[in-house]
T-cell receptor
Framework: DAMVIQNPRYQVTQFGKPVTLSCSQTLNHNVMYWYQQKSSQAPKLLFHYYDKDFNNEADTPDNFQSRRPNTSFCFLDIRSPGLGDAAMYLC??????????????FGPGTRLLVL | GDSVTQMEGPVTLSEEAFLTINCTYTATGYPSLFWYVQYPGEGLQLLLKATKADDKGSNKGFEATYRKETTSFHLEKGSVQVSDSAVYFCALISQAGTALIFGKGTTLSVSS
């Protein structure tokens, strides 16, 4: 089945230690997104890639970066995680140019714990 | 800016009860509207969507109608099941936007 896959499902890191979360998709979608969902809150978009073009949300902290080496994979790098970065990180994809009519398909998420 | 407001939870119902979860939005132009569901420990799944006024989205017995005049997209189901227990998010993407703007989510708990 075509899907969005996130690994690992749970990630524990230490305060200040860089961590990378990964996302892959078999949908062959052009757009990939990263959302942050803190406990009992709504998901919030961090950034997205439309093909190779990176688009950062204005209020995304510099501590968060992303890479998309090919169509299938996208990575979220947190350079120096703080306690406030503990959250569920959701990867999503959409078929084509991000606009209001495109459905976004989500992976199961990676829950990050910062000690 | 664009925003979504949905009713506070938790909503607790008995099996076969009628469900309504209210959702209203603020956006310029004509956004697309979505309902996503999140089961415990899982990511978000699209439940239904509507892309223009008066459209009705439906899936798995759930329905929602895009009401431009009241800026609403209320979720309804005629007879809930225990397996419907989850968190439900109303969301929009504005005409010129990229990000899904989510409401805070409503937790539904259905007991047998």
């Amino acid at each position: 089945d075509a899907m969005v896959i996130q690994n690992p499902r749970y990630q524990v890191t230490q305060f200040g230690k860089p961590v990378t979360l990964s996302c892959s998709q078999t949908l062959n979608h052009n757009v990939m997104y990263w959302y942050q969902q803190k406990s009992s809150q709504a998901p919030k978009l961090l950034f997205h890639y439309y093909d190779k073009d990176f688009n950062n949300e204005a209020d995304t902290p510099d501590n968060f970066q992303s890479r998309r080496p090919n169509t299938s994979f996208c990575f979220l790098d947190i350079r120096s995680p703080g306690l406030g970065d503990a959250a569920m990180y959701l990867c999503a994809t959409s078929r084509d140019a991000p606009d209001s009519s495109e459905t976004q398909y989500f992976g199961p998420g990676t829950r990050l714990l910062v000690l | 800016g664009d925003s979504v407001t949905q009713m506070e939870g938790p909503v607790t119902l008995s099996e076969e009860a009628f469900l309504t979860i209210n959702c209203t939005y603020t956006a310029t132009g004509y956004p697309s509207l979505f309902w996503y569901v999140q089961y415990p420990g899982e990511g978000l799944q699209l439940l239904l969507k509507a892309t223009k006024a008066d459209d009705k989205g439906s899936n798995k017995g759930f329905e929602a109608t895009y009401r431009k005049e009241t800026t609403s997209f209320h979720l309804e189901k005629g007879s809930v099941q225990v397996s419907d227990s989850a968190v439900y998010f109303c969301a929009l993407i504005s005409q010129a936007g990229t990000a899904l703007i989510f409401g805070k989510g409503t937790t539904l708990s259905v007991s047998s």
